[in-house]
C-alpha cells in the first residue's frame, strides 16, 4: 500500500508539473513572430496634390454668374487643371449637357454629366489654354428640363 501511495505522489508531482512547465516561458521561445514596422512622421504637405496628379476644380451651383443667382466666386483655374461641375444629385436617366463655350480653345467639355441607374457621374472639362470663356449646363431627360446656369470660367497660366 505504501509503494502505491509513492508511486501516485509522483505521478500528481509529474503531472503539475508538465502543466506549470507548459504555462511557462522562456526568452528563447517568447520572442515575436512579427516585426512591427517603424513609425515615420509625414512631411507636412506643401501643395494639394497627390503624386503628380492635380486635384479637380469643383463647381457648384452657386458659382453660377451673379445676374444668375450666383453667390459664391468661381475658384482659380489654371491650364492642365480639370474641372467638375458638381451639380447635385442627378435624377436616374437626366444627363447634364454643356452647351458650347464661349471660348472652346481655353476649355475642353470632357464628359457630360449623367446616372444610368448604376452610376452617377458629374459632367466636367479640361483647361487648355489661358483665357475667359463662359460655360452653361442644363439638364434633361426622364421628364426634366431645367437650366443649370452660366458660369464664367478664367483660366490662368
Do not use: H
Not at 475667359?132 to 428640363?145: D, M, R
Amino acid at each position: 500500500m505504501k509503494n502505491r501511495f509513492i508511486v501516485a505522489s509522483i505521478a500528481a508531482v509529474g503531472i503539475v508539473g508538465i502543466a506549470v512547465a507548459g504555462c511557462s516561458s522562456s526568452n528563447k521561445d517568447s520572442s515575436p513572430t512579427t516585426t512591427a514596422a517603424p513609425t515615420t512622421t509625414a512631411a507636412k504637405a506643401t501643395s494639394s496634390t497627390v503624386g503628380n496628379v492635380l486635384p479637380p476644380v469643383i463647381i457648384t451651383p452657386q458659382m453660377a454668374n451673379a445676374n444668375e443667382g450666383g453667390t459664391q466666386p468661381v475658384p482659380p483655374i489654371r491650364v492642365g487643371d480639370t474641372v467638375v461641375f458638381s451639380m447635385g444629385t442627378i435624377t436616374k436617366g437626366v444627363t447634364i449637357s454643356i452647351a458650347p463655350n464661349t471660348n472652346p480653345s481655353v476649355f475642353e467639355v470632357t464628359s457630360k454629366g449623367s446616372n444610368d441607374g448604376t452610376v452617377s457621374m458629374n459632367a466636367g472639362g479640361k483647361a487648355i489654354a489661358a483665357g475667359t470663356t463662359q460655360v452653361s449646363l442644363g439638364a434633361g431627360g426622364a421628364g426634366v428640363e431645367n437650366f443649370l446656369g452660366t458660369y464664367t470660367l478664367v483660366i490662368t497660366k
